[in-house]
């Protein structure tokens, strides 16, 4: 069984973000509450030397929360990684504390120098009011641009990792001006997914706002026809996406589905802090440990 991404779950379910989408609400806590947790280290490196023996390249520090609120375990997760040797390490963040600096260049660094490859930020817009909208309506939004130089001084790989949003972006015209933002402020990868929910959610609201606001079928087609039109296909990942460069941005069309039952390929295996390690968000059950 070939394993494609090794998932940290990080930190704990405090966010300093207000998304009206949030899936963590919508899957099962499996033990994770709203102070930092103590890590089940021994457990830790099992599901690191599965993945790793699993063939698996790139491991990706996430969250039910934002895994930047507890900047200093974020620290001790890559020094254990680093034995594993993941050639591709990432942080999946919403940005906010880095850039307002309570996430000090002196982490920015130490991660760096631990093999912190790339930083994917969660957006939903180019413009930042519609970003605040989503993630600050409590408090102003960061300035995107100013981060993403900030993490590229630093030498930081910077992914947008962009949801779509019924009444954000929800047309191939807001995706193309999306990925001219990209290429003005020289990001290195962007992503795009629709918005998505769970099968079977723990918040009916959230799921509700959710169902509410997901984009149209079509609309993945028509965008993926022009990406295939304007753009040149360089790689076809396993779990179904295609990364394309337009016009030498790097552009990815991909979605949330993490199981395929009938793959060879386990897309992820999902460490808790707990010690539990799972292969699904939304199934307690589909746990290997």
Same mark, same amino acid.
């Given at each position: ?11 704990? %379910? ?20 709203? *102070? ?95 970003? *605040? ?32 949003? *019924?009444?954000? %972006? ?31 959610? !723990?918040? &009916? ?27 040149? &296909?360089?790689? &076809? %990942? ?25 793959? !060879? &390929? ?24």
């Amino acid at each position: 069984m070939k394993v494609l991404t090794f998932s940290i779950v990080a930190g704990s %379910l405090a966010c300093n973000a207000k998304c009206p989408f949030c899936v963590a609400p919508m899957t099962p806590a499996n033990g994770i509450g709203t *102070k930092e947790p103590a890590v089940n280290w021994r457990n830790f490196r099992k599901a690191a030397q599965l993945a790793r023996d699993g063939g698996c390249s790139t491991a990706m520090i996430t969250s039910k929360g934002e895994p930047t609120i507890f900047p200093e375990q974020v620290t001790r997760f890559l020094e254990e990684l680093e034995p594993f040797k993941f050639p591709i390490s990432e942080l999946q963040t919403n940005g906010l504390l880095i850039a307002d600096g309570r996430v000090t260049d002196v982490h920015l660094q130490k991660w760096y120098d631990l093999g912190l490859t790339t930083i994917a930020i969660s957006v939903v817009h180019y413009e930042r009011s519609k970003n *605040k909208s989503i993630y600050t309506p409590h408090r102003e939004y960061q300035d995107l641009p100013a981060l993403i130089a900030k993490l590229k001084k630093f030498n930081f790989t910077v992914r947008l990792a962009t949801v779509l949003v *019924k009444g954000y %972006l929800d047309s191939v015209d807001e995706m193309k001006k999306m990925i001219d933002f990209a290429t003005a402020n020289g990001v290195d990868q962007l992503t795009f997914r629709p918005v998505t929910k769970p099968d079977k959610s !723990e918040n &009916e609201s959230i799921y509700k706002w959710t169902a509410a606001h997901a984009i149209e079928d079509q609309l993945l087609v028509d965008c993926n026809a022009y990406l295939k039109e304007n753009g040149s &296909e360089i790689l &076809e %990942l396993a779990h179904g996406a295609t990364v394309y460069d337009v016009n030498g941005q790097n552009v990815c069309m991909t979605n949330c589905l993490t199981i395929q039952p009938k793959s !060879e &390929e386990m897309r992820q295996i999902i460490f808790y802090p707990d010690g539990s390690v799972r292969y699904a968000w939304q199934f307690s059950g589909a746990r290997l440990f």
